[in-house]
């Protein structure tokens, strides 16, 4: 039985083929029912898992149209938003196979992995409820490309156009495209420090705007002075450092591991995970164009906001936000706001661990690279599917639980878990998500936090097999074979 969220949400599936579309809605319920296992066992059977593997075969089915009805669903619920906070990022795809070679894939990293690169720009209310992933564009590098072969100056001389990086000046123009489709609703662009390009800031301070942005600085920046004005400091760091704390703030901070050994940079560094006093200064200032051999860059008037900590620990690393916007920051409440959007942007790192851990994207056995990035576009709408269950639970915790879940889903969780009959109205949804993550081994306490993903993806999976069992033997399934 195909999923009712699959049938909405896959309304305007056009592969140019009936059957091909019914295939790709039958596909994504199965393997949105069943994330974490392999696609024969999610599928069911011999006949159904031929079918799974034609559709990722077929030359029609590409990434970019598997995912174009889901974007296109996005778009709508955007516009039912008064903001929408849209964080780009990229990620790797690595199938790196020690005995088998997937054709097509590209290095990654010089050639010790092998697999594609994902950049994807995914929408999210300002509470990280995500509404879908909005652009995705997928590409293999070949092999003996990249900068790493390139000296420095090489690397400036070369055109922005001709680099990867180039991705996120498109995407914040993609960003800008889709604010028009919702006129009534304010969006917010956020990317990490990977995105701090000046022609990225300058695309961003460009007229007609029609998107907010913020970006985490990487670079400290100079700054360009007036004539007969004083500056205390020429760049952009120590000038914010020199403006007067707007407020302090208490937050807690997650620890976090170094990924190599030789790691310098001090945000990748290792750190405890603490509670620590933060002091907030914001700031607007002009920036002085880098040199560019083939373009001459203008001058651009940003925002700034500086989170830093107060107080580190002995031999820790100091927390440190250094984001630049073209929010307003006339006082505390949208400095705050400018804050609390960027920290948005974290949700977007959660689901590429929905997609790599939950629905185990990467441990896909495809021989061709091409059928590996269609599968991927199915996945992608599945660990929407799967992290939205979650994050929808504490947004809206009051609603009813058939907002979401089928009456057999929530009536068999409700009789596994609590082991008595379901009741006759349906409970909350905060209530139900607390009980599909028992199932995946959360421990449900009256202090315990909301449930994560992880425990989220693994109830649903055994929802699915409850809810097909309650159909077949219920009472429901009762009383219709008594009237046959």
Known sequence: MMAPWVVDEMKAADLKDKRLDNRLREVLSQLGAHPTASIPAACGGHAEMTAAYRLFDNEKATFE???????????????????VVLAQ?????????????????????????????????????????PLGTLDARSWVRDEGSGSASLSRAERAATPIEEKESVRWVETLRRAREEAQHCPSTQVVCVADSEADIYELLVEGTTEPRRVDWIVRACQNRALLCEKGQEIAEKHLREHVLSQPVLFTQTIQVRGRKAKTQ???????????????????????????????????????????????????PEGDVAVEWLLLTSLPIDNHGPVRQVIQYYCVRWMIEVFFRV???????????????????????????????TLYVCRLGRACPDIDAEAVFEPAEWKSVWAVVKRTDPPSSPPPLSEMVRLVAQLGGYVNRKRSDPPGPQTVWIGL?????????WNLFGPGAREKSKLV
């Open 65 to 83: 149209s598997i995912l174009r009805p889901h974007s296109q669903v996005t778009r709508e619920r955007m516009a039912q938003q008064l903001v």
């Open 89 to 129: 990022d990229t990620t790797e795809v690595d199938v790196t196979r020690p005995g088998q070679e997937v054709a097509g894939a590209g290095p990654l990293d010089g050639g010790a992995r092998w697999g594609a690169m994902l950049h994807l720009l995914h929408a999210f209310t300002p509470n990280g409820t």
């Open 262 to 312: 030789c790691e310098t940079r001090g945000r990748r560094q290792p750190r405890e995970s603490r509670e620590t006093e933060v002091e907030v200064r914001a700031a607007g200032v002009t920036l002085r164009p880098p040199r560019r051999s083939d373009r001459k860059l203008p001058e651009i008037t940003v925002n700034v906001v500086l989170v830093s900590e107060a107080a580190p």
């Open 355 to 385: 997609l790599k851990s939950g629905c185990r994207v990467e441990e896909r056995r495809f021989e061709q690279i091409d059928r590996l990035l269609s599968c991927l576009a199915v996945y992608l709408i599945v660990a929407w599917r």
């Open 461 to 469: 999976q055994r929802m699915q097999d409850f809810a097909a069992c």
